[in-house]
């Protein structure tokens, strides 16, 4: 066989690799770039679970749809998937609901629905609700503004363990007067120690 016979049967088997290689990388075959397709697998099974009344699948459909997860993003899916879940108590779809309601994703702009969200998921000891809560009670957005109410969903998320809610307090204080920060550590106290059922 000659050499030019030999280096024609190369060049013909180089081609034909770097076709293959292109089409494996177009269709997202390739190693490396099949995560969408993954990801879309991953969003049919969460939706096939969530058919037989799983309440984290809803939660977790909720959250495909929010962040655009192997589905395309759809806020109004996603509230509609995170309603299902929050109904049957989930605290996290509970908060979620809440950060909707606040930025007027999907639904127009309500915070009284988001302090009402958030609330529950607080209650639940989703830390992140209880920090928007106090935020909400100091600028009475939704809810009439109380510095004490503030201070205490502070505490309660600072508990659970959201380190940024120490320096938010700390902001809140400095308009507070002594007798006011202790009323608000008895309310939080109150709440913590009776299993979140005494925190007004």
Not at 154 to 175: D, F, H, P, Q, T
Request: proline share 0%; aromatic share 12%; hydrophobic share 35%.
């Amino acid at each position: 066989m000659s050499a030019y016979s030999i280096s024609s049967k190369i060049h013909v088997r180089l081609s034909i690799s770097v076709v293959f290689l292109v089409s494996a990388i177009l269709c997202g075959c390739a190693s490396g770039g099949n995560s969408y397709n993954k990801t879309s697998e991953e969003f049919k099974e969460v939706k096939r679970q969530s058919k037989f009344g799983d309440v984290e699948a809803k939660y977790s459909l909720g959250e495909m749809y929010y962040k655009g997860e192997g589905v395309v993003q759809n806020y109004r899916k996603a509230a509609r998937w995170y309603s299902l879940a929050a109904k049957r108590g989930h605290a996290k779809a509970q908060y979620s609901l809440g950060v909707m309601y606040y930025k007027g994703e999907a639904f127009e702009q309500d915070y009284k629905k988001a302090a009402e969200w958030y609330r529950k998921a607080a209650l639940q000891e989703v830390a992140w609700a209880a920090y928007n809560l106090g935020e909400m009670y100091d600028k009475g957005e939704g809810v009439l503004q109380d510095k004490i109410t503030a201070n205490m969903w502070l505490l309660v998320a600072g508990v659970n363990g959201l380190k940024e809610a120490r320096s938010r307090r700390g902001l809140i204080a400095k308009n507070m007067i002594a007798e006011e920060i202790e009323k608000s550590k008895e309310r939080a106290r109150n709440c913590i120690l009776s299993d979140y059922t005494n925190c007004d």
